[in-house]
T-cell receptor, first 117, second 112 residues
Framework: AQKITQTQPGMFVQEKEAVTLDCTYD???????LFWYKQPSSGEMIFLIY??????QNATEGRYSLNFQKARKSANLVISASQLGDSAMYFC??????????????FGKGTMLLVSP | NAGVMQNPRHLVRRRGQEARLRCSPM?????VYWYRQLPEEGLKFMVY????????ESGMPKERFSAEFPKEGPSILRIQQVVRGDSAAYFC??????????FGQGTRLTVV
């Protein structure tokens, strides 16, 4: 079975500072994908960034980067220069087959990020 | 190209009624996934469908819940005889094939 662990229920950061949201995963699959989603108070799930297990470079998308450490099975999200609009719930998820032949997403419990002025 | 469309956005049902949640995937996507998010939890996989086929329903309760994705029309998640514990946000995601998964805005079901 696949598992995602997000150990930080909540994080606080000041505007313009960088913040790292932790994510560790567990899977026996060799091929998998790691996602981060943002869920603001309005409730929608917004895709942020994706990292494939065979990608050698860490993924980056604007102010978001994924610190992928395969040996440690970690996929931390780094947000640089935080903005007030970054305040939201953040979910890490793994996309894997789990031996079934098709893939689904397994989510962590999330980290609430609050950005203060 | 519209995104994944879910309706209604909010649904209130009395205990014992039926709830029908609809999901229209993105154009060209033939894979649909339903997830449930209980308050203050992450999303939990319920069911994976392709056109006219249920591929995996291992995350869906055996009683009262059913899902379909007909040849024409949206995917439907149906909950019969709703109970208070069914109150949650239900998200649909679609994919042409993995690993992309594009989510709808969710349907928030409240059972009173």
């Amino acid at each position: 079975a696949q598992k995602i662990t997000q150990t930080q229920p909540g994080m606080f950061v000041q505007e313009k500072e960088a913040v790292t949201l932790d994510c560790t995963y567990d899977t026996s699959d060799q091929s998998y994908g790691l996602f981060w989603y943002k869920q603001p108070s309005s409730g929608e799930m917004i895709f942020l960034i994706y990292q494939g297990s065979y990608d050698e470079q860490n993924a980056t998308e604007g102010r978001y980067s994924l610190n992928f450490q395969k040996a440690r099975k970690s996929a931390n999200l780094v947000i640089s220069a935080s903005q007030l609009g970054d305040s939201a719930m953040y979910f890490c998820a793994i996309w894997t087959t789990g031996g079934s032949g098709y893939s689904t997403l397994t989510f962590g419990k999330g980290t609430m990020l609050l950005v203060s002025p | 190209n519209a995104g994944v469309m879910q309706n209604p956005r909010h649904l209130v049902r009395r205990r014992g009624q039926e709830a029908r949640l609809r999901c229209s995937p993105m154009k060209g996507h033939s894979h649909v996934y339903w997830y449930r998010q209980l308050p203050e939890e992450g999303l939990k996989f319920m069911v994976y469908l392709q056109k006219e086929n249920i591929i995996d329903e291992s995350g869906m309760p055996k009683e009262r819940f059913s899902a379909e994705f007909p040849k024409e029309g949206p995917s439907i998640l149906r909950i019969q005889q709703v109970v208070r514990g069914d109150s949650a946000a239900y998200f649909c995601a679609s994919s042409p094939r993995g690993p992309e998964a594009f989510f709808g805005q969710g349907t928030r079901l409240t059972v009173v």
